[in-house]
Nanobody, 124 residues
Framework: QVQLVESGGGLVQAGGSLRLSCAAS????????MGWFRQAPGKKREFVST????????YYADSVKGRFIISRDNAKNTVYLQMNRLKPEDTAVYYC?????????????????WGQGTQVTVSS
């Protein structure tokens, strides 16, 4: 079993930055693809970004491309999401996910593990 715990969410003004972290425990996720998804009020959960186990492949939703950066530190069993130039439409609960598949596969398939989510609120 893998437990994922997100942190780093909060309230920020439009144009600001936040860095989310997701720490995995229970077993190593060094060979797992990991990623971030988000769910805004009244909307379905959507893909934000995924990263391969090596960090060599990354994918981004068009809405965040050029503003968000995903990275991981396998020694710390942690994945990060640096969010820059935030917009009010980025407001959502952000969820971390992990799966023993590819980063591309994690984009479209239900992952084996989810975190509990962290709230990000961007004020205009």
């Amino acid at each position: 079993q893998v437990q994922l715990v997100e942190s780093g969410g909060g309230l920020v003004q439009a144009g600001g930055s936040l860095r989310l972290s997701c720490a995995a425990s229970g077993r190593t996720v060094g060979r797992y693809a990991m990623g971030w998804f988000r769910q805004a009020p009244g909307k379905k959960r959507e893909f934000v970004s995924t990263i391969s186990w090596s960090g060599g492949s990354t994918y981004y939703a068009d809405s965040v491309k050029g503003r968000f950066i995903i990275s991981r530190d396998n020694a710390k069993n942690t994945v990060y999401l640096q969010m820059n130039r935030l917009k009010p439409e980025d407001t959502a609960v952000y969820y971390c996910a992990a799966d023993p598949s590819t980063a591309q596969g994690l984009r479209v398939n239900d992952p084996d593990y989810w975190g509990q989510g962290t709230q990000v609120t961007v004020s205009s």
